[in-house]
T-cell receptor
Framework: DAGITQSPRHKVTETGTPVTLRCHQT?????MYWYRQDPGHGLRLIHY???????DKGEVSDGYSVSRSKTEDFLLTLESATSSQTSVYFC????????????FGPGTRLLVL | GQQVMQIPQYQHVQEGEDFTTYCNSS?????IQWYKQRPGGHPVFLIQ?????EVKKQKRLTFQFGEAKKNSSLHITATQTTDVGTYFC??????????FGKGTKLSVIP
């Protein structure tokens, strides 16, 4: 257990509404990641952070924004949700000293109607 | 960009049979990692391989990293129902990002 929680765990929303997912870690690790997982696509990186207020885009960043104002929290925002953003979203961290090994949170299942 | 291909996509085996999944990268890797995701769960780190030609074992699981550091395999001997899940490889390039394969979903028939 890497001390990672995600909220909410499940969410149903309507097309066009904004949605924010939260990832919280208790171990003060520098690197945090947001992935989405879809059948046939595996895990795809959306955004990642390498410190407070330091973020960068991943492979599938269009339609998503992130913020990290505290070490422990990494927020993922869908500015205007679309049905193509229906997915399972995983947050992950890399532990200091364990370069590139990632530990995942429990995930958030998002359904956009 | 870096791509990691993983085959097969699905594998159905009788309990007690062996299972192997293969991973190939388009570029040379600094390390390869393997993760397991149980149905309805989240990916869980299994192991990291760093050296060319490295072989590591975890009970019935054997992990190999190719000599050119571009391919890897995971072999499970005598599968059990507890092995059910999706196995992902992930290639590291020396930064803090990983490129994941699409995974191999293993079903074990009792």
């Amino acid at each position: 257990d890497a001390g990672i929680t995600q909220s909410p765990r499940h969410k149903v929303t309507e097309t066009g509404t904004p949605v924010t997912l939260r990832c919280h870690q208790t171990e003060n690790h520098r690197y945090m990641y947001w992935y989405r997982q879809d059948p046939g696509h595996g895990l795809r990186l959306i955004h990642y952070s390498y410190g407070v207020k330091d973020t960068d885009k991943g492979e599938v960043s269009d339609g998503y924004s992130v913020s990290r104002s505290k070490t422990e929290d990494f927020l993922l925002t869908l500015e205007s949700a679309t049905s193509s953003q229906t997915s399972v979203y995983f947050c992950a961290i890399s532990r200091t000293g364990e370069k590139e090994t990632q530990y995942f949170g429990p995930g958030t299942r998002l359904l956009v109607l | 960009g870096q791509q990691v291909m993983q085959i097969p996509q699905y594998q159905h085996v009788q309990e007690g049979e062996d299972f192997t999944t293969y991973c190939n990268s388009s570029t040379t890797l600094s390390n390869i990692q393997w993760y397991k995701q149980r149905p309805g769960g989240h990916p869980v780190f299994l192991i990291q391989l760093v050296k060319s030609g490295e072989v590591k074992k975890q009970k019935r699981l054997t992990f190999q990293f190719g000599e050119a550091k571009k391919n890897s395999s995971l072999h499970i001997t005598a599968t059990q129902t507890t092995d059910v899940g999706t196995y992902f490889c992930a290639g590291g390039a020396g930064s803090y990002q990983l490129t994941f394969g699409k995974g191999t979903k293993l079903s074990v028939i009792p």
